[in-house]
């Protein structure tokens, strides 16, 4: 069989283009699958594991890189000195309000706890400080590239956890200190960590089928890209 193909010079052009734009969608969205599956594979690790019962055990999983997002924990301590605790205001579990970051310490470690308040454009009130034995999970600060709102912390109005760190950073707000690498999502009236369900977020991941639409559309142009070439004379085999 003798092929015979004359590209046209400018449709060739564009389709090399457009491949290039469409091959690299298809890429992004790859890579993408690769970091989502992962991360999910991260929680549910994290997840089903047994219970943390102190603050050096989170640091300690920190240290040797296990995955700690949404881990169950159990801890007594105190809850530290705080006049205002700093106010997040976001939707939890299908209600809007305040959820409460106040510094929460065990032995030489703070972090804080958050403490989610129903509220009708009412300003919450101080949680009081004291001892205190509190269930939750265990919750890593992701920094929020894009945020969708700003923060006012002149307002003591914020909008994620931390969210400010290069001017307006939670750390320097709690005496001695706080480990801002994690939080404590704390769950009302509850003390066992044994009693909390697994949890596991709502992370939808569909990077499979964008992939491959992107990928789809690259074949469909090359298809096209040769059936122009055989109408026009210009790829000839026989």
Same mark, same amino acid.
């Given at each position: 069989?003798?092929?015979?193909f004359?590209?046209?010079?400018l449709?060739?052009g564009?389709t090399?283009?457009?491949?290039?734009?469409?091959?690299s969608?298809?890429?992004w969205?790859?890579?993408?699958?690769k970091w989502?599956?992962a991360?999910?594979?991260?929680i549910?690790t994290?997840?089903?594991?047994?219970?943390?019962?102190?603050l050096?055990?989170v640091?300690?999983?920190?240290?040797?890189k296990?995955?700690?997002?949404?881990?169950?924990?159990?801890?007594?301590?105190?809850?530290?000195?705080?006049d205002?605790p700093?106010?997040?205001?976001?939707?939890h579990?299908?209600h809007?309000?305040?959820?409460?970051?106040m510094p929460? %310490?065990?032995?030489d470690?703070? $972090?804080?706890?958050a403490?989610f308040?129903?509220?009708?454009n /009412? *300003?919450?009130?101080? @949680?009081a400080?004291r001892?205190i034995d509190?269930?939750?999970?265990?919750?890593?600060?992701?920094?929020d590239?894009?945020p969708?709102?700003?923060?006012?912390p002149?307002?003591n109005?914020?909008f994620?956890f931390?969210p400010?760190p290069?001017?307006?950073?939670?750390n320097?707000?709690?005496?001695?200190?706080a480990?801002? %690498?994690?939080y404590?999502?704390? $769950?009302?009236?509850?003390?066992?960590?044994a009693?909390l369900? /697994? *949890?596991?977020?709502? @992370?939808?991941n569909s990077?499979?089928?964008?992939m491959?639409?992107w990928?789809?559309?690259a074949l469909?142009?090359?298809?096209i890209?040769?059936i122009?070439h055989k109408?026009?004379?210009?790829?000839?085999?026989?």
């Amino acid at each position: 069989m003798k092929l015979s193909f004359k590209p046209d010079p400018l449709l060739t052009g564009i389709t090399i283009i457009m491949l290039g734009i469409l091959i690299s969608l298809g890429t992004w969205q790859y890579q993408r699958l690769k970091w989502k599956t992962a991360l999910l594979d991260e929680i549910e690790t994290a997840a089903i594991s047994d219970p943390l019962t102190s603050l050096k055990g989170v640091q300690d999983a920190l240290a040797n890189k296990e995955p700690i997002d949404y881990r169950r924990i159990e801890l007594s301590g105190m809850l530290s000195d705080f006049d205002n605790p700093l106010r997040v205001y976001q939707a939890h579990d299908g209600h809007i309000g305040w959820r409460l970051f106040m510094p929460f %310490r065990q032995g030489d470690i703070s $972090v804080f706890g958050a403490f989610f308040v129903i509220e009708d454009n /009412i *300003k919450p009130n101080p @949680i009081a400080s004291r001892e205190i034995d509190i269930a939750g999970y265990v919750r890593t600060a992701r920094p929020d590239i894009k945020p969708r709102y700003e923060s006012t912390p002149d307002e003591n109005r914020w909008f994620g956890f931390n969210p400010m760190p290069d001017t307006d950073e939670w750390n320097d707000l709690v005496l001695g200190g706080a480990d801002t %690498r994690f939080y404590i999502d704390v $769950v009302e009236n509850e003390t066992s960590a044994a009693n909390l369900p /697994i *949890k596991r977020p709502k @992370i939808r991941n569909s990077h499979f089928e964008y992939m491959l639409t992107w990928f789809s559309f690259a074949l469909i142009l090359s298809i096209i890209y040769f059936i122009l070439h055989k109408k026009n004379g210009r790829l000839k085999w026989s």
